[in-house]
């Protein structure tokens, strides 16, 4: 979105235009008078010159507008600048004295003692401001350009990193839905409660991959209370191997972290800590902030796996990929992550600062 200065090309450019010449008249008629004193001729001198300049800088613009200024480079552009400033001040000169008849006659204006030593310094007087206009023109141009540029590439950086994220989902889902769905059809039969719940719970996680969507930030208690969803889907499945512990402190729970940034490590701690650890399965999420730094520290018994190519021939530690690669690219310089195994438990740790 553009910045309220450059909202409207159109508007702005007026604005400018009808301010800009109106002030220099101003100006100049300000100026004679203290310096000069006040005299109506020197009124009409500069009446006549800043609406000529005002007329000829219009049609300027539709000029350098043809130029396809864009791709030019900037020599071209620089030459054609002052081009047709030069030609401009020599049109101001002509025009402004053709206003200047009826007040002074043509031959204090067009003829006698308008002398070819007085038009040259006249077209050469009025070439500076028009090489100004010409700059400021230009560069607002750019300026604006470079503003939609910049606009666009965070656009479309906005659109892959959303486009990433709904990869992992669909790469997520499937697998976590086939189980769990597996395992309400089994306690169908066996236990209705707990397949009551194992549908509430999944229902909540669901939700949660849905909605985060939208939002780039949450706050940690959204994602804490998604994983709880998590853990008790998979508690029911897992039922006594598995034993997760929450240590989060209070000052953690409203701290802003990117969405759906916790689930793929909790997935790892429990799809490697049940290939590698002693049962039950152990699982502690630490959150901790102090000093404007939240600390984040998900960790499993097990050990560490090293990265290789699963059953279906996709790559595994991919999750930890993303997240590493989300943080970099939202919070550059702002974060530390490992991925650590310390004594028979594999620590994922995380660091962000505000």
Do not use: C
């Amino acid at each position: 979105m553009k910045t309220a200065l450059f909202k409207s090309d159109t508007s702005l450019f007026w604005l400018l235009q009808i301010t800009g010449w109106f002030l220099y008249g101003a100006m100049h008629i300000l100026n004679t008078s203290i310096s000069q004193g006040w005299a109506s001729y020197q009124v009409v001198r500069f009446t006549t010159s800043s609406f000529s300049a005002f007329l000829v800088t219009l049609v300027l613009r539709q000029l350098y507008k043809k130029s396809n200024y864009q791709t030019r480079p900037f020599l071209f552009i620089a030459f054609i600048a002052l081009f047709y400033s030069f030609l401009a001040s020599n049109v101001l000169v002509w025009m402004a004295n053709f206003l200047r008849i009826p007040f002074w006659g043509p031959e204090e204006t067009l003829l006698g003692n308008f002398t070819v030593r007085v038009y040259i310094q006249k077209v050469f007087w009025w070439l500076a401001p028009f090489i100004g206009w010409s700059a400021l023109y230009f560069g607002i141009k750019f300026l604006q350009n470079w503003q939609l540029q910049k606009e666009r590439t965070e656009k479309a950086h906005a659109l892959a990193q959303t486009a990433k994220l709904q990869m992992l989902r669909y790469r997520i889902n499937p697998h976590f839905l086939f189980n769990s769905l597996n395992s309400i059809r089994a306690l169908i039969g066996e236990n209705r409660k707990s397949a009551k719940d194992l549908v509430t719970e999944l229902s909540e996680v669901l939700r949660y991959s849905l909605l985060s969507k939208n939002y780039l930030d949450v706050p940690l208690k959204n994602e804490i209370e998604a994983l709880q969803h998590y853990f008790a889907v998979e508690k029911i499945r897992y039922e006594d191997k598995l034993e997760v512990t929450y240590e989060v402190g209070q000052d953690a729970w409203d701290y802003p972290v990117l969405s759906f940034l916790l689930h793929p490590l909790a997935e790892n701690a429990i799809r490697y800590g049940m290939q590698t650890s002693e049962m039950p399965l152990r699982i502690w999420i630490k959150a901790k902030a102090e000093n404007g730094e939240l600390g984040l520290d998900i960790s499993n018994s097990g050990a560490w796996v090293e990265p290789s190519l699963d059953q279906e021939g996709l790559q595994v530690g991919k999750g930890l990929d993303y997240v590493r690669q989300r943080l970099q690219e939202n919070l550059p310089d702002r974060f530390s992550f490992q991925v650590r195994e310390e004594e028979g438990v594999v620590h994922a740790r995380m660091r962000i600062r505000s």
